[in-house]
């Protein structure tokens, strides 16, 4: 995916939690530092640069990047293909200057995803 955790940010993990970043350059395996929130707190926590906790496996403490939101203007069959806009101001001005769109989706997603 290249990713990589910076300092100072907030990210949520796979399992959904919060997690703070204080620091990357530390000792390798796991050179990011930070933290996770649980039920009772902020739980210190160690990252590898890419945000994972184990190279072969997904885990729920693995760091995910900031999830992102766009708005995909759909037109019928035949009509040229469906086009992606960062806010839905942009959509609907795409659809007033001539579109014959047939419906808007928001949708989210992070930064190199693939689904099946």
């Given at each position: 995916?290249?990713?990589?955790?910076?300092?100072?940010?907030?990210?949520?993990t796979?399992?959904?939690?919060?997690?703070?970043?204080?620091?990357?350059?530390?000792?390798?395996?796991?050179?990011?530092?930070?933290?996770?929130?649980?039920?009772?707190?902020?739980?210190?926590?160690?990252?590898?640069?890419?945000?994972?906790?184990?190279?072969?496996?997904?885990?729920?403490?693995?760091?995910?990047?900031?999830?992102?939101?766009?708005y995909?203007?759909?037109?019928?069959?035949?009509?040229?293909?469906?086009?992606?806009?960062?806010?839905?101001?942009?959509?609907?001005?795409?659809?007033?200057?001539?579109?014959?769109?047939?419906?808007?989706?928001?949708?989210?997603?992070?930064?190199?995803?693939?689904?099946?």
């Amino acid at each position: 995916m290249g990713f990589k955790p910076e300092a100072g940010k907030e990210y949520r993990t796979r399992g959904g939690r919060k997690a703070r970043v204080y620091a990357v350059d530390g000792c390798k395996p796991l050179p990011v530092h930070g933290a996770i929130l649980t039920d009772i707190g902020w739980k210190t926590s160690d990252w590898r640069s890419d945000g994972t906790v184990t190279p072969a496996i997904e885990v729920s403490n693995d760091l995910l990047p900031e999830k992102k939101i766009a708005y995909l203007n759909m037109y019928p069959p035949g009509s040229p293909p469906a086009r992606m806009h960062p806010r839905r101001e942009d959509a609907d001005i795409w659809q007033r200057a001539g579109g014959r769109r047939v419906a808007c989706v928001k949708i989210e997603y992070y930064e190199g995803q693939f689904d099946d």
